[in-house]
């Protein structure tokens, strides 16, 4: 089951069916089913205070990963930032929704195993991202 779930933010607007759908069609194409998945869209000052509190970082993040899957099932909690994507989604110049999409996926990634910790990891996500977005039009 997918949810989305908003702390100390407002709920953007999603076609949620849609959404759940496209991520489900992801996570088999890298050979997974999705079990529990929860999307909790959040302010900077929250995902901050995840970041400082599960993984020692004292740094604004646009999303953040807590992978509960297990074999072939992914499961996890996803942060997601809704100001830091505005702001990113502005510094790219793409729509928020877009970069909201992008942020579901790769947070979806992480739980099929997909790294961005190096350069080349970093163009594999990318790489990953774009392709399922293709997947969404």
């Known amino acids: 089951m997918v949810q989305f779930i908003a702390e100390n933010i407002k709920m953007p607007t999603l076609d949620k069916a849609a959404v759940e759908h496209w991520l489900r069609r992801v996570a088999a194409g890298y050979g997974f089913s999705v079990g529990d998945l929860t999307y909790i869209f959040c302010d900077d000052t929250r995902i901050l205070e995840v970041n400082r509190q599960f993984l020692g970082h004292d740094y604004y993040t646009d999303v953040i990963t807590f992978d509960y899957s297990t074999s072939a099932r992914v499961s996890g909690d996803i942060y997601i930032s809704l100001d830091t994507v505005r702001s990113n989604a502005e510094m790219v110049g793409v ?27 970093k163009v594999q996500m990318t790489d990953k991202e774009n392709k399922a977005l293709a997947l969404l039009a």
């Open 95 to 121: 729509s928020f929704t877009t970069e909201l999409h992008r942020i579901l996926v790769h947070g979806l990634l992480h739980l099929t195993g997909q790294g961005d910790k190096t350069p080349e990891t």
